[in-house]
């Protein structure tokens, strides 16, 4: 199997301090800071990354749990939030909830439902998480 990387620098305190993440495909390359992180300021955050990875990771297992099934995907957009709260007075990923919608041709909504619960528990991003609380609300669009 394959080894992904990414890096991150961070200069400075904190709070007044600024980094940069990038992705070893160069697919990304861009700043974070503790107001992208902890308020709403400009740039991305650890967590929206692992965000855009979860979705890409239970959309991508979905359609494998699908096709398997002898279905064949039309399309599948998942979006995940997730939740930056306090654990033990330091902060943490409390949950995340992932929302998804698919258009599959011939397949039955309580199928769909098992499938979707199946990828949720079983996408490698999912169990990398496995100590999060994550939420899954799918939708099968005709």
């Not at 494998?64 to 957009?77: C, F, V």
């Not at 619960?117 to 079983?122: F, I, L, R, S, V």
Request: glycine residues 12%; charged residues 20%.
């Amino acid at each position: 199997m394959a080894v992904r990387n990414a890096e991150a620098i961070w200069q400075g305190t904190l709070r007044e301090g600024a980094g940069t993440m990038k992705l070893g495909s160069g697919g990304y390359d861009g700043p974070f800071t503790y107001a992208s992180r902890f308020e709403e300021g400009d740039g991305t955050n650890p967590e929206e990354l692992i965000g855009a990875a979860h979705a890409g990771c239970f959309s991508m297992f979905l359609s494998a749990l699908l096709s398997n099934a002898g279905y064949t995907p039309t399309r599948i957009q998942t979006t995940a939030r997730v939740h930056l709260g306090r654990v033990d007075g330091g902060p943490a990923i409390t949950q995340i909830e992932l929302s998804t919608e698919a258009v599959v041709p011939g397949l039955e909504n309580t199928e769909f439902q098992a499938k979707a619960q199946a990828a949720k528990a079983g996408c490698p991003v999912s169990k990398a998480l496995a100590g999060t609380d994550i939420k899954l609300t799918a939708t099968l669009l005709e």
